[in-house]
Structures are given as structure tokens and as C-alpha cells.
């Protein structure tokens, strides 16, 4: 390990019971957790059953369980230690202990100390976006015995309305989707929901709540397509190669008049006279000469016509059906479902 | 000459409102060589006139009028010049990309009227022509000059006329033309009854010149 990062464990280490200290307030407790820093467990024990006699709040009275659970871990009082980390889950269900930081006694008789009480922890409300009917929102929460476990989703204000989830038998990680909707198939009415998650084994009852928001808005519509992805339109024009053609298709007009001038000159006549047919003649060869160098002039491509007309078509037909889902969007509505902050106490 | 001028008038002025996009019309630069009768009777000249064409989809029109001023060759046998002014006329209905049928018209008249033949025919002919770069066309005609006219009297059973064309865009709206005709009219008379002779009559006239499209 190097040294850095040697120095950041000592940090973490100096740091961490500072932040402890801080949420502490009763002075028995804060010796209690001195003593458990100093590995004076018996000293532990005292003071923390010592702090337990006097008024202290929940998050205190979690901890100076938590001290008397590691206490008897370390001292290998494991049902101890189970009775005690009993009583810090039933005041924080929440609670987790980092198996790297604590020992693996203390770590296992949390964890059997977990799996004696019925707790529903961990609810978790995904935020998530649908359009109603075509989704659901997804719920996940932990139950730590088997129990029989009911879900609901409960309105706040005057309505109150309830909406059950589910209703099963369940053990562990439990995975619900719950699609927001009314039995007619209209989503759920927006505004503020709590999501209740009630386990009941024999006469053990425990529940957990989790608060949302449901809000409604409109379907986003498609945006018409104005080309098609990896489908380019072709130029719909090109220039044919450089040829002799302009200079040949000259020769020949111009052979043409040559000759006919010749044919039809009348014998009675004499021969007449070339200069008219040597300018235009002449004329047309240069020109001829001249758009035989330059670059020809660009022509429709029939095939690349073809094909974008092809390409427009398909766009068409594309837009046809993307206008007929939007007029369908126009008529959804979107949920929109986000948790909200638990408040405190939310669990019992 | 004032018919003539008013009848290319009224067609600068009729085919712009049918088709304004393909009507051109500019002044033109003339060289011609005139032949009559016989070997000797020879002329060559200059001149100038002016040309209008148009087009509305397959059909087309173009009309010249041109005032040469025809001198005497040397060698030849005629003592004195004359001039002469030419209408020309064209009708064309394009059968295919490269090929119009056309009718039209020709008058030529000679001042003094008896120095040489005025002339006037119909013309029913072919043309054919091709794009040979951006903005350049050639073409070649051949029309048949049907129930010709003269001023002496006469009649000519086999009358052909040959064409070649250019037309170059040379910047924007301006044009470039050149267009060469060879006429040959195979003029027959009877001069007091005694018999037909052959008074055939010969003219090559190159039109050089530059037009500008409306």
C-alpha cells in the first residue's frame, strides 16, 4: 500500500468518529463510544446500558444498541449481540453495517438479528416517465421473514383515494411494477401518493411507506422525417465524361451543309462561292473544338432519379404513419413519477 | 420592306406574351453571294438585318429580315449592283428531342426591280439539331421551296434550300447566331413561246450575329 493512500485510511479513520461525536449529544454515550475506541469493552457495556436508562433520542438510542451489539461481538456474547442489533433494527430499519469496516461476528449477528424481526426495508420508488398504459413504475423494498405483504398506493389531501399494488406472500428482495392505472384503464388522478408497503406475520405487523408525485402531461410527437437515416438523396444530375462528341456532332452538320452545298451547286452556274459556309461552317468547328474541351454539361441521371423519388416516397409513407401516431399521442398522457423525501418515523 | 418589318414587329411582340422565358432577338451581321442565269452574272455583297425567334414548348418560330447590298464579282459579266432585301420565315413543330417539321416563308425583292429576280416561295423542310456543349446548339435544315414566284415570270419545278445553324450563349441573356443558307431555284422561262430555258438562280448568304433572350 502506498503511502498515500495509507495517510487517506488514517484520515477516513480520524474522521469517522468525529462525524459520530457530532450526532451524539448524551455525554454517557459519547464516553461509551470513547471506551469502545479504546477497546475497554466492559467500560463499553456499562455506559451504554448507563446512557440506555436516560433520555436520549432515536438515532441515539440506535447507536448506544449498536455499541452494546458490537460489544458483544467482539466478546463473543453472539445472542447478546443478536438481542442488541434486534433493537437498533426495529428503531432504524434502515440501518446498514460495512462488512469491511466492522468485524465478520458483528456483521453475522446483524445479519441474524435482521432475519428474527419482520421489517420491510429498503422501499425504493423509482423515478420514471411513461406514457399511461404503456408502463409502470417500479417499486422495490426488502422483506426480511416471510409475511404476508400488501402493497398500496394512498392519495393525499381530501380524496384520499387507496390503490392496491399487490397483494402476496413474500420473502426478500421483492420487486413490484405497479402500471398507474384506474380499473377503467384512465391513469391514476396526478398529485401526491404514498406508497405503503404493509407485512403482516401472524401477530408481527410492519410497515413501510415511501411518498411520490404523480403529475400528468402531454405525449411528446414525433418529429416528421425529412430523410431517412444512411439513406442519402443522389444528385440528381451528372456530368457525363469528356468527349470528342461536341467536335464530332459539328463535323457533321457541317459535312452535311458542305456536301449538300456541293450536290445542289448547278453546273450552269459555275462554282459559287465559299466564304458564307466557311464562317459558319468555320463557327461551328471551333465551337464544336471549344465544348469539347470544356467540361459537358451536367445531365440528368435517371437512375439517381429514380431513386429519390423512391427515397421521397418512403419519407412520405413514413410521415403518413408518424402524423396517424401523433394524432394517437395527442390523446395519451404522460405520468410522470418521481419519490418524494421520507418523512421521519415513516417506518414502524 | 415596311410589310416585312411590320410582320417582325408583330411577331417580337406576339411571342414575348406567349412565352417571354425563350424569345430572343438581336442584329445581324450579313454575307452573301448571288448567282443568275448564267456564270457570269455574279454578285457578292454585305449587309444587315436583324432576326427574332421563340419558343412555346414544341413549337417554334423565327423570322429574319436582312438588306444586303450585292456589287458585281470580279470577272463576271454584270455591270451594275443592286440591293436586295430578304424576308425569311420559320414555323417548327419539334417530332422529337433533335428533329422539328417547319413551313415558312421567302421573299426576296431587288431594287432597281429589273437589275435581278425577286423571289417568293413557301418553304417545307426538316430540321435537326443537337446540344454539342452547355448553351451551344447546331443545326441543320433542308426545306423544299414550294410554288415559287419571280418577278420576270417563270417556273421552277425542283427548288431546295440547305441550313446550318449555331447558337452559342456566350454570357447570361446574350447569344451568339450564325446561320448559313445555300438556295438553289431551278428557274425554267419561255420567253415569247419559243421553247423553256434554264434560268437557274443561286444564293449563299451567311448571317453572322448576336442575340439577347427576353
Same mark, same amino acid.
Given at each position: 500500500?502506498?503511502?498515500?493512500? @495509507? &495517510? ?21 454515550? /459519547? ?11 466492559? @467500560? ?5 446500558? &448507563? ?21 458483544? =461481538? ?12 434486534? $433493537? ?17 461476528? &458483528? ?14 426495508? $429498503?422501499?425504493?420508488? !423509482? ?82 411507506? $415511501? ?44 459535312? =452535311? ?17 465559299? /466564304? ?5 461552317? =468555320? ?10 474541351? /470544356? ?17 421521397? !416516397? ?5 410521415? @403518413? !404513419? ?27 | *420592306? ?5 410582320? *417582325? ?16 432577338? +438581336? ?13 457570269? %452574272? ?7 438585318? +436583324? ?18 447590298? %450585292? ?80 418577278? +420576270? ?8 434550300? %440547305? ?52
Amino acid at each position: 500500500m502506498s503511502r498515500s493512500v @495509507q &495517510a487517506l485510511v488514517l484520515l477516513a479513520g480520524l474522521l469517522a468518529p468525529v462525524a459520530g461525536a457530532q450526532a451524539v449529544q448524551n455525554a454517557t454515550l /459519547r464516553r461509551a463510544e470513547q471506551a469502545y475506541d479504546n477497546l475497554e469493552y466492559r @467500560q463499553v457495556l456499562s455506559l451504554a446500558q &448507563a446512557a440506555l436508562r436516560e433520555p436520549l433520542t432515536g438515532p441515539e438510542r440506535a447507536r448506544a444498541y449498536e455499541l452494546l451489539g458490537f460489544t458483544y =461481538g467482539a466478546m463473543d456474547s453472539i445472542l447478546k449481540a443478536v438481542d442488541a442489533f434486534k $433493537q437498533v433494527v426495529l428503531i432504524d430499519p434502515e440501518r446498514q453495517l460495512d462488512p469491511n469496516r466492522i468485524s465478520p461476528k &458483528a456483521y453475522s449477528a446483524f445479519d441474524v438479528a435482521l432475519r428474527q424481526v419482520l421489517l420491510v426495508r $429498503q422501499l425504493r420508488v !423509482d423515478s420514471t416517465t411513461f406514457v399511461g398504459g404503456q408502463g409502470a413504475v417500479p417499486i422495490r423494498f426488502t422483506v426480511t421473514q416471510p409475511a404476508r405483504v400488501v402493497t398500496r398506493a394512498i392519495g393525499s389531501g381530501g380524496s384520499g383515494r387507496s390503490f392496491l399494488i399487490d397483494s402476496g406472500a413474500w420473502n426478500g428482495q421483492v420487486n413490484l411494477r405497479w402500471p398507474a392505472r384506474l380499473a377503467n384503464g384512465d391513469p391514476v388522478p396526478a398529485g401526491s401518493y404514498t406508497v405503503v408497503v404493509e407485512a403482516r406475520l401472524g401477530q408481527n405487523a410492519f410497515s413501510g411507506a $415511501q411518498p411520490i408525485r404523480v403529475s400528468h402531461g402531454a405525449v411528446d410527437t414525433v418529429a416528421h422525417l425529412t430523410a431517412l437515416p444512411g439513406y442519402e438523396y443522389l444528385p440528381e444530375t451528372e456530368i457525363p465524361p469528356q468527349s470528342w462528341r461536341p467536335l464530332g456532332l459539328a463535323f457533321l452538320f457541317t459535312g =452535311g451543309a458542305v456536301v449538300g452545298t456541293l450536290g445542289l451547286e448547278s453546273s450552269n452556274l459555275g462554282s459559287g462561292s465559299r /466564304r458564307e459556309l466557311g464562317v459558319v461552317g =468555320g463557327a461551328a468547328l471551333v465551337t464544336g473544338f471549344v465544348m469539347t474541351l /470544356r467540361k459537358p454539361a451536367p445531365r440528368p441521371a435517371a437512375a439517381n432519379n429514380l431513386y429519390n423519388r423512391l427515397l421521397r !416516397d418512403q419519407i412520405a409513407r413514413r410521415n @403518413q !404513419d408518424i402524423e396517424k401516431e401523433n394524432v394517437a399521442r395527442r390523446q395519451q398522457v404522460q405520468l410522470t413519477v418521481a419519490p418524494l423525501p421520507k418523512p421521519s418515523g415513516a417506518a414502524r | *420592306m415596311r410589310r416585312a418589318l411590320a410582320a *417582325m414587329g408583330l411577331l417580337t411582340c406576339a411571342v414575348p406574351v406567349a412565352h417571354a422565358q425563350q424569345v430572343t432577338i +438581336g442584329p445581324q451581321f450579313v454575307l452573301a453571294s448571288y448567282r443568275e442565269v448564267a456564270a457570269g %452574272l455574279r454578285y457578292q455583297g454585305t449587309g444587315f438585318g +436583324g432576326a427574332v425567334s421563340g419558343r412555346l414548348r414544341r413549337l417554334s418560330a423565327e423570322a429574319s429580315v436582312v438588306r444586303l447590298t %450585292l456589287d458585281p464579282s470580279g470577272g463576271g459579266a454584270a455591270t451594275a449592283g443592286f440591293t436586295a432585301t430578304e424576308v425569311n420565315a420559320w414555323v417548327a413543330y419539334d417530332v422529337a428531342t433533335y428533329a422539328s417539321l417547319e413551313v415558312g416563308i421567302i421573299r426576296r425583292t431587288a431594287d432597281p426591280e429589273l437589275d435581278a429576280q425577286s423571289v417568293g416561295a413557301l418553304r417545307i423542310g426538316a430540321r435537326s439539331f443537337t446540344e454539342i456543349g452547355p448553351g451551344a446548339i447546331v443545326l441543320f435544315r433542308a426545306n423544299y421551296l414550294a410554288a415559287p414566284q419571280f418577278s +420576270g415570270g417563270g417556273r421552277a419545278p425542283f427548288s431546295l434550300e %440547305l441550313g446550318l445553324g449555331l447558337d452559342v450563349r456566350l454570357a447570361g441573356r446574350l447569344h451568339g447566331t450564325a446561320a448559313y443558307t445555300f438556295q438553289r431555284i431551278n428557274r425554267k422561262t419561255n420567253p415569247g413561246g419559243t421553247g423553256e430555258l434554264d434560268a437557274p438562280l443561286q444564293e449563299t448568304v451567311a448571317r453572322v450575329g448576336l442575340a439577347l433572350g427576353l
